[in-house]
């Protein structure tokens, strides 16, 4: 025992003399260490001093020799060179000051030195400044002073110079005895090194114990790696939040050495209430509900750290978390309880039965697991969530696939409704319209006035009906996408012509002065002419109709670049609709101005809304359904241009719209366009000139009776005969065996429809060269053109419209035109009249005083006389008195046309003469001609008119 104690200390005093010797190798090694540093940074610095010295004292001498070779020659290269030594001189001179020289001696030497210098430096620019003004220069007396000063300059260099090369000197020397020193410290390092061998062979082994209990960590980190893996592939795997916690818990349990073998999940609700939805290896009395407010438990749930219990060996074997292994019940050597949160939100906790106690490393595995499934149990309630709402978009997918499905047949109900409707409505028209104005014009008898002002109102308001069944009809169609535009190369200047005629007679009344500024230069544009005229006549009708008699309408078209009409910005008094449609550099612009009432700024929101007036009370004064504007709209929009409203209350309004301009393209593979022939062409041989009456044969094709009458009455009226038939297979056949002159068809027919018939006139050879009208209520011009129609026409169809056309196609109306004499003493009313006549067929000669028209009237025998009542010489009362005394001129239809205030006296001696009384202060051309037609009318049905 003694002896081990002994050897215990000699041992235990070895390792302290070792420790000892070696710390003082240590301490002799370091300080010998440092003693040649300093010897060594002391040599090195004495050297770097004695070469500045060197360049110092070169720099000087390079400055003495530039300057004396300023004084000999004045040269500024001198000067430079000079300048330069002196700024490397003043460089060194820094150096040296902030080196050190070795005792307060040399410090002394460097401040004489830098004097010495300085007064150098001042004699050099002193000399310069006297060179530099041109003052005389006495050199001899410089140059003593400047040897004296370079003297002293190079003997305070020397004296520093020998002064540090000295003491350089004693250093290196005791630098040699430090090293000598050195030698033998580093002999006593390796004798002390074997003396370390021993401490070595101990830190070897203290590493080989550290390296196996390492690699006993290292293989513990990869197992909770693993592990750690493997709950993320369980994560990605599982659908469902309870089969991701029960697996969770099961590889918890079969972590390594089976550290966790009992673990609860307990959810937490937005409650408050911890609820267990998961277990493993769980006693059957835990508890599935918890207040999260109580207890450990709760703490970690509601604060979202981590509660760690120990010491639990110990404890009773009461209920509680327990190891139940079947022949013992271990308690958990610690308990964790781990808070699972995502994003601040908690979700729960997870309580773990330990087998051991936990390290560090375990701790932190838990904490990282915690997170990861925090996001797992997140993603999963995002999943059932897009799931919710994948089935809720599926079923509102459905939803919506069912009510486009009904919004579609609403839609083709709708355009049922919309072609029904049209049927309806304007076949009723059509008979209400035409049979008014065959009243109107006396082609079933005379009227009295009091009557023919009530048919007159009848025809107008029927015409207002059907402008407004129209304007329905067509934004009906173009709000469902059904409208198309039949563009074509156009003459802007032609539009606006025939806008301006349509109101002009209403401007007339109302005295409104209609003006036209138009470029003569403005050339073609592709354009859907109806619509375009459309537009024109809905905004000039709105002027004429908002302005007060003796205003201005004012219409304007100009060619504008796509910068101009992209320019406009709405203001307060004004608002712009730009071009959205076709992108084309340059637009029609067609501007419409008025000085009527204007539109306050409140009401410009309102307009171009359907049925929306500015003045929309029961009491209102202006008429209208407030569809015109929106119509014009909904056109400019579907040419793809723009449109722009200005107004200001009592200053009038301006309209402007642009409409794409394109240029009218000529196709190379098209026939060049053929001129029209100057004479309507005549009947096929065996048709109508191998008539006796020489009339032209009319086959009316028409199921309604009251619009086959209409047609009957306003052709018969014309001198055409006229056959109807009610339905397709009877028209088929009076087509073959009867070979009209042209054909006027319905669409609309009981059995075979009207494309139906037009396509087999046109198959056979019979039929195929006879000219087709289409009159209908729809609206296809596209499908009739090419079926082969001549002409097509929407119902109600004014007798004009379907004299045109027939005119149009060569269908003269008699062999013979009715001849007028027109009687008047003013060459200008005679020419006006004349002008409308032949425009209507009719057969004109002119008589400028009533005995040239009695002398005509004896020669020709006119059908009817056109009679001015005041003309020099004769008046036309005479005239009137000379014809009934001749029993052949007596019968002669006669007209009067005159600007005499006609009196009730005069009316009364002209009752029975004449047909009908017109002044020329209410001339209308068509009413003359209307006039004209009848009377020649009454005159083959025998009848005498009275005014």
Known sequence: MPRTTSFRSAVYAGFTLAILSALALGLLTWWAAWQSQQAADYVRNSRQVLQTLTATEASFNRAEAAQRGYINLRRQSFVDERDDAIEALTGHLTLLSRAPLGGAAQERRLEALRSALDDRLQAYRELQALYDAGKPVVLEDRLVASQRLLGRIRSLLGEMEGELRADLARHEASAERQSDIARALFLV?????????????????????????????????RELNGLHARALTLFNAKPDRKSVLEGTLALLAEAADRLFPVSVFYALDEWGTLRMVAGHGTPSDAKGLLDAHEGPLGHAALSGQMVRLDGLEGAGHGGGLRIETGLATLRPAELLMAPVAYQGRRLGVMVLGAARTLTERDLQFVERLAAQLGVALNNLAQLDGLNLLTSELRERGEDIQRKNEQLELASRLKSEFVASMSHELRTPLNAV???????????????????RQYVNDIYESGRHLLALINDILDLSKIEAGQMELQLGPEQPATLAASGLSVVRERAATRRIELRADLPEDLGSVVLDSRRTLQIIFNLLSNAVKFTAEGGLVQLSMARVTREEAMARATTEHSRVFPPAGAVTAHYLQIRVSDTGIGIAPEALRELFQPFRQVDSSLSKRYEGTGLGLTMTQRLVELHGGGLELHSRPGEGSTFTVWLPWREPAARADEPPPVAPPSEPAQPEAGRGDARGDGAARILVIEDEAAAARVMRLQLESHGYQVQVSPDAENGLVAARQWRPDAIVLDVILPGMDGWDVLSQLKEEAATQRIPVVIVSVTDEPRRGFALGASQVLVKPVERDDLLAALSSMGIAMTSRPGQVLVVDDDPKAVTLVTTHLEAAGFRPSCAFSGEEALSIVRRERPDLIILDLMMPHMTGFEVLDALARRPETAGIAIVVLTAKLVTDADREALRGRVQAV???????????????????HRRQLGHEGAV
């Open 189 to 221: 390092f390796g004798l002390a090194l074997v003396a370390l061998l021993g401490l070595m062979f101990w830190r070897v082994r203290s590493d080989l114990l550290a390296r196996g209990q390492a690699e006993q960590e290292a293989r513990h980190e």
């Open 433 to 451: 319209i035409g049979f008014s104005e065959i009243l109107r014009d006396g082609l079933v008898g005379p009227l009295a006035p009091q009557q």
């Open 918 to 936: 017109l002044e020329k202060a209410e001339f209308q051309p068509n009413q003359l001609v209307a006039e004209v037609r009848r009377a020649l």
